[in-house]
């Protein structure tokens, strides 16, 4: 069974940095799309970015020059950079793998616990 398990969370001040990182594990046989989501509260959940196996990546707009997804197709492993982060960044921010697990024909989609990230202005 495919875990997904995120860490880098916490409370940053406006204009601050933090790191997320997501990894994945567990009889897998390929990833093919990894991506990141949030969800404040009273909110439906978000597309932050999503990067594929060939390293292209897709950005919410209000995101786009302040976050920045990478991935380590040898760890199963992605990341999110984020900088001059904004008191409406405040989020649960949830990782999202598309896997296919061994003796598996077809991916499935596996979803972290989330991790809260919170700016104070």
């Known amino acids: 069974q495919v875990q997904v398990l995120e860490s880098g969370g916490g409370l940053v001040q406006a204009g601050g940095s933090l790191r997320l990182s997501c990894a994945a594990s567990?009889?897998?046989?390929?990833?093919?799309?990894m991506g990141w989501y949030r969800q404040a509260p009273g909110k439906q959940r978000e597309l932050v970015a999503t990067?594929?196996?060939?390293?292209?990546?897709v950005y919410l707009n209000s995101v786009k020059d302040r976050f920045t997804i990478s991935r380590v197709n040898a760890d199963n492993t992605v990341y999110l950079e984020m900088n001059s982060l904004k008191p409406e960044d405040t989020a649960v921010y949830y990782c999202?793998?598309?896997?296919?697990?061994?003796?598996?024909?077809?991916?499935?989609?596996?979803w972290g616990q989330g991790t809260q990230v919170t700016v104070s202005s």
């Open positions: 999202r793998v598309d896997a296919k697990g061994l003796g598996y024909l077809s991916a499935s989609r596996y």
């Open positions: 567990g009889g897998i046989f390929s990833i093919n799309s």
């Open positions: 990067i594929d196996s060939g390293g292209s990546a």
